[in-house]
């Protein structure tokens, strides 16, 4: 379900379940890669994606609505957010498919995404859903996207194609289907040297803020300590 693949100094973490939604199986899985690329000595940078016609849909709600082994689940992926946003190496979002609600967020919580320019939408459909943002949530989304990008995302719902992600500043590139990983992975390699003890304080920096209310450093789920 969750595959970390080393392809030279950059760790390739790929969610591969279908939709790809966030449950305990699969947010406790994620908590473990980044425990691994964590531990990773030395240069290292990440590339996260997903399977298919899905980067991720977020949030299962099936699994929710179920409401076995939920207690302190959303915790967890406010955490997981969190974790990746303030990540000791440089992260690069592939979006090879749909990223809708937590699967945008989890994409916006990189330094860099790029997206699939034929097929495939980001989006927060949140406010058709009638489940609101939690300020964890917003929290990370407004730390990359420019203030009327997320505004206009929170406020309607609209999907937003490769393209159209780039002009808004979601996405930095919007390549064909087959090139969205090796493109993520060729940014990811050229920046795996930078020095983590200072992109961990500068993320801090410019971001503890919301790392902070997300709790990602806090220990919990089968994360550990971010």
Request: hydrophobic share 45%.
């Amino acid at each position: 379900m969750i595959d970390l693949e080393a392809r030279g100094l950059v760790r390739v973490l790929r969610m591969a379940d279908g939709e790809n939604r966030f449950n305990r199986i699969s947010v406790d899985a994620l908590h473990a890669a980044l425990d691994e690329v964590e531990a990773v000595e030395g240069p290292c940078a990440l590339v996260t994606t997903g399977s298919g016609k899905f980067f991720s849909n977020g949030l299962d709600l099936d699994w929710l609505g179920a409401g076995e082994g939920t207690e302190g689940f959303l915790d967890d992926v406010h955490r997981l957010l969190g974790r990746v946003l303030g990540l000791n190496v440089y992260t690069v979002a592939a979006i090879n498919g749909h990223a809708f609600a937590g699967g945008a967020m989890l994409a916006s919580a990189h330094d860099r995404a790029v997206m699939r320019q034929d097929r495939g939408y980001w989006c927060l459909p949140e406010v058709d859903l009638g489940l609101p943002l939690t300020p964890e949530m917003h929290a990370v989304l407004a730390a990359h996207l420019p203030p009327a990008t997320l505004a206009e995302a929170a406020l309607t719902g609209r999907r937003y194609p490769g393209s159209e992600a780039v002009a808004a500043g979601i996405a930095a590139e919007a390549v064909p289907e087959d090139a969205v990983v090796a493109r993520a992975v060729e940014i990811a390699a050229e920046l795996a040297s930078k020095d983590r003890g200072v992109l961990r304080a500068h993320k801090r920096l410019l971001y503890g803020e919301a790392i902070s209310i997300c709790g990602a450093e806090r220990p919990g789920g089968a994360g550990g300590v971010a």
